[in-house]
Every structure is written in structure tokens, then in C-alpha cells.
């Protein structure tokens, strides 16, 4: 394959950051959501992101979306995380 990601086991472990940031080069490269979905299900099979997110991620990197990290949600954030938090 003659793109960005070459398929190889050393490189099937990506965070969801190394995720937007290969979308974003992918966007300014000129390839459209599905090749970019076509490269990430080569590369990473069932773990890759759903062709919607990728449609998600490349209309925001194209209209100007900079950043790659997760933007706040609003409410009350989870604090328990066993049983020994919950009474």
C-alpha cells in the first residue's frame, strides 16, 4: 500500500490520538473519509474507527478543527471506579 500507513504489526497500536493525527495529515494530503477508512481498516482491522467518525473527524480537520484531543463534556465527571467507591 502506497499510503501513509503501512501495514505491519509494529504499527497496529495506535491511541485515539495517533488516530486523528493520521486522519488530519490524511485530510491535508487530499484524501477523502473513505480512502482514510480504507487505510485504517488495512492497518488496524476491526479495531479501526466506524466510516462515521472518520466522516466526523475529516469535516472537522477540514473546517479547521486544530487540535486533536477531546473536547470537555459537560456533567458531573465519574469518580467511582469499584465496588469499594460505591456504598
Given at each position: 500500500?502506497?499510503?501513509?500507513?503501512?501495514?505491519?504489526?509494529?504499527?497496529?497500536?495506535?491511541?485515539?490520538?495517533?488516530?486523528?493525527?493520521?486522519?488530519k495529515?490524511?485530510?491535508?494530503?487530499?484524501?477523502?473519509?473513505?480512502?482514510?477508512?480504507?487505510?485504517?481498516?488495512t492497518?488496524?482491522?476491526?479495531?479501526?474507527?466506524?466510516?462515521?467518525?472518520?466522516?466526523?473527524?475529516?469535516?472537522?480537520?477540514?473546517?479547521?478543527?486544530?487540535?486533536?484531543?477531546?473536547?470537555?463534556?459537560?456533567?458531573?465527571?465519574?469518580?467511582?471506579?469499584?465496588?469499594?467507591?460505591?456504598?
Amino acid at each position: 500500500m502506497a499510503g501513509i500507513i503501512e501495514s505491519s504489526p509494529a504499527h497496529q497500536k495506535f491511541s485515539r490520538y495517533d488516530i486523528r493525527v493520521i486522519i488530519k495529515l490524511s485530510v491535508i494530503l487530499g484524501k477523502d473519509a473513505s480512502c482514510i477508512h480504507k487505510d485504517l481498516v488495512t492497518v488496524l482491522g476491526e479495531n479501526a474507527l466506524s466510516i462515521q467518525t472518520v466522516r466526523k473527524w475529516v469535516k472537522a480537520v477540514s473546517e479547521g478543527r486544530d487540535d486533536t484531543e477531546d473536547k470537555p463534556r459537560p456533567g458531573r465527571p465519574v469518580t467511582a471506579c469499584g465496588d469499594v467507591n460505591i456504598s
